[in-house]
């Protein structure tokens, strides 16, 4: 993992760079918002003050505990964050990543980065998720780490933690957005990109290192249409096992008869199975 500066009073400043938030606003790719973020990077209107907004405040003053209840849940010792950045040009653009702690390895070492997040308990979890993954692709792709962990406070229910996998194609067409807006930025030129064709790569997002398929084949199809018929009969099967070993005597240790092909088995710890004769 590497962190090219540690620079705290980039936060007073944000007009110097892009950060994850904006990120975000790029990735969303709604007009109103960009031409907002873009008056806050040229200095024609000030950052929005958040220190009344409950939600973000709410936010702030879970992050201690949901990084203590990562470290609990998940034996790993957590590095408080600061803001990471790169004040200098890098790949068209200066960044930032305030980043909200950094997971350590066993040995102490810098493993990869937390982001937390205090929500509403509705929506689900994947929608969530995929909210926040400019932010943490943007994170992945400047600090150089191939995952992270995604901690998220369900209204007042007990964290959730995710962990994120890079996303090559994600990182490489974010990295476009950001390089264009930038552009835009030190121009004084505002310029919109009215295509929506990113949105496409957030929709299968890698969680847990595991991602959802759309199983565009003929044998999966064929074998689903099979078990479409004998559901019933399966359903049927399983009721008439249960039924069978009701009727096995409580100290009995084997029942069958002889014109039946099945015979039930009590094992040490009171387990009945049923069996097919030979």
């Known amino acids: 993992m590497q962190f090219v500066d540690k620079n705290l ?23 109103d918002s960009i031409y907002n973020l873009f008056l ?9 003050d958040l220190s009344d907004n409950f939600p973000v405040q709410l936010g702030i003053l879970s992050e201690e505990l949901n990084i203590r209840w990562f470290e609990k849940t998940q034996g790993r010792k957590v590095e408080r964050g600061g803001c990471y950045a790169n004040i ?6 200066p960044y930032y990543c305030h980043t909200d702690g950094i997971v350590l390895d066993k040995n102490g070492n810098q493993l990869t980065f937390l982001e937390c997040k205090h929500t509403n308990a509705f929506n689900t979890m994947r929608s969530k998720i995929i909210s926040y993954l400019p932010q ?37 067409t ?43 084949d003929t044998e999966w199809n064929s074998i689903c249409g099979v078990l479409d018929q004998t559901v019933g ?40 199975s049923l069996k097919k004769k030979n």
């Open 9 to 31: 009073s980039l936060m007073k400043s944000r007009h110097q760079g892009i950060g994850g938030s904006d990120a975000n606003i790029l990735w969303k790719n709604e007009e």
């Open 40 to 48: 806050n990077k040229t200095g024609e209107k000030e950052q929005e």
């Open 88 to 93: 200098k040009e890098y790949k068209d653009y």
């Open 136 to 172: 943490l692709q943007y994170y992945m792709l400047h600090l150089q780490v191939d995952h992270c962990y995604l901690s998220i406070i369900p209204g007042n229910g007990e964290p959730k933690v995710f962990e994120i996998a890079e996303d090559k194609d994600f990182q490489d």
């Open 174 to 216: 974010l990295h476009t957005l950001c390089r264009k807006f930038w552009h835009s930025v030190k121009n004084k030129n505002f310029i919109l990109s009215n295509s929506d064709d990113h949105k496409e790569l957030e929709k299968n997002p890698i969680i847990d290192n595991l991602k959802d398929y759309d199983m565009e």
């Open 233 to 272: 009969a399966a359903e049927s099967f399983e009721e008439h096992k249960k039924k069978l070993k009701e009727l096995m005597p409580a100290d009995a240790k084997t029942a069958t008869t002889d014109e039946s092909n099945w015979i039930a088995i009590r094992s040490k710890n009171n387990r009945v």
